[in-house]
């Protein structure tokens, strides 16, 4: 079992930043592929970015692409999504994702965190 808990959103107006983490409970974190997906008001939720278990391999969604890094630190049990630049349309639940072969947008992942809020002001 792993347990998964975000935090680090909030309110940001829109060329800001903030930086969302993952806690991850359970001695086996580092062989997880790790992730984050989002879901906006009314839309279903969409993959972001994730991370190999390593951290030597990681894939962003077009829509985040040179704007959002994810990251993480094995030694800590934590993955990271820092947000640069932005935009109203990022305003979204943010979800940590943890899956013990791949994370990525056509496969729902083995463990999901609550969700953190990040609203971005126009």
């Known amino acids: 079992q792993v347990r998964l808990v975000e935090s680090g959103g909030g309110l940001v107006q829109a060329g800001g930043s903030l930086r969302l983490s993952c806690a991850a409970s359970?001695?086996?974190?580092?062989?997880?592929?790790m992730g984050w997906f989002r879901q906006a008001p009314g839309k279903e939720r969409e993959f972001v970015a994730a991370?190999?278990?390593?951290?030597?391999?990681?894939y962003d969604a077009d829509s985040v692409k040179g704007r959002f890094t994810i990251s993480r630190d094995n030694a800590k049990n934590t993955v990271y999504l820092q947000m640069n630049s932005l935009e109203p349309e990022d305003t979204a639940v943010y979800y940590c994702?943890?899956?013990?072969?791949?994370?990525?947008?056509?496969?729902?992942?083995?463990?999901w965190g609550q969700g953190t809020q990040v609203t971005v002001s126009s």
């Open positions: 991370i190999s278990w390593s951290g030597r391999i990681t």
């Open positions: 994702a943890a899956d013990s072969y791949q994370v990525k947008p056509s496969r729902d992942p083995d463990y």
């Open positions: 359970g001695r086996t974190f580092s062989t997880y592929a």
